[in-house]
T-cell receptor
Framework: AQSVTQPDIHITVSEGASLELRCNYS??????LFWYVQSPGQGLQLLLK??????LVQGIKGFEAEFKRSQSSFNLRKPSVHWSDAAEYFC????????????FGAGTILRVKS | EPEVTQTPSHQVTQMGQEVILRCVPI?????FYWYRQILGQKVEFLVS????????KSEIFDDQFSVERPDGSNFTLKIRSTKLEDSAMYFC????????????FGDGTRLSIL
């Protein structure tokens, strides 16, 4: 069965520092991969997506992610974190035909200290 | 930018009562979804809907649940006889197409069963 693992429940970084959030997936075929962000009281906002092609994908708010098939990973990165990036981040894999349903990881809560 | 809108933002209901959660997907989208997130747990897929019928549903989506697109703009989730364990955040999502198209989420409805 498809699954997504986000090994870090909480991460704290200083404002201006770089960030990497880890995501590993289990899926038999070529995966569709996504990162969503959820601020308190808000819905899930799409940060970026990978369907095929270039394994380094750019998203909104200065985020990027790299798909590494050999490691079954899709880690999210940002070179310089801003206080407004504090939120919960979810990695997801599109399962089933055309990735019709999303299977989510447990999420990583990012805290930014000034 | 077009958004998925959900109403109400918070619904409080007595156990055993019926509840209807409402969603207005993005207007040119063809695929619709419901997910839920019980407090402290992962976001879970409930059901997908296309061409006025359910295309896939999870084990959670039992006979107490139903979905409907009554008028070409709304997409509703009905829980017939609510249980305490139905308390969760319910997210609606929509998708323009299947190929290389992500799901866009609403802000969610927090359902509290008393």
């Amino acid at each position: 069965a498809q699954s997504v693992t986000q090994p870090d429940i909480h991460i704290t970084v200083s404002e201006g520092a770089s960030l990497e959030l880890r995501c590993n997936y289990s899926y038999g075929a070529t995966p569709y991969l996504f990162w969503y962000v959820q601020s308190p009281g808000q819905g899930l906002q799409l940060l970026l997506k990978y369907f095929s092609g270039d394994t380094l994908v750019q998203g909104i708010k200065g985020f990027e992610a790299e798909f590494k098939r050999s490691q079954s990973s899709f880690n999210l990165r940002k070179p310089s974190v801003h206080w407004s990036d504090a939120a919960e981040y979810f990695c997801a894999v599109g399962a089933g035909e055309y990735g019709n349903k999303l299977v989510f990881g447990a999420g990583t809560i990012l805290r930014v200290k000034s | 930018e077009p958004e998925v809108t959900q109403t109400p933002s918070h619904q409080v209901t007595q156990m055993g009562q019926e509840v209807i959660l409402r969603c207005v997907p993005i207007s040119n989208h063809l695929y619709f979804y419901w997910y839920r997130q019980i407090l402290g747990q992962k976001v879970e897929f409930l059901v997908s809907f296309y061409n006025n019928e359910i295309s896939e549903k999870s084990e959670i989506f039992d006979d107490q649940f139903s979905v409907e697109r009554p008028d070409g703009s709304n997409f509703t989730l009905k829980i017939r006889s609510t249980k305490l364990e139905d308390s969760a955040m319910y997210f609606c999502a929509s998708r323009k197409g299947l190929s290389n198209q992500p799901q866009h989420f609403g802000d969610g409805t927090r359902l509290s069963i008393l």
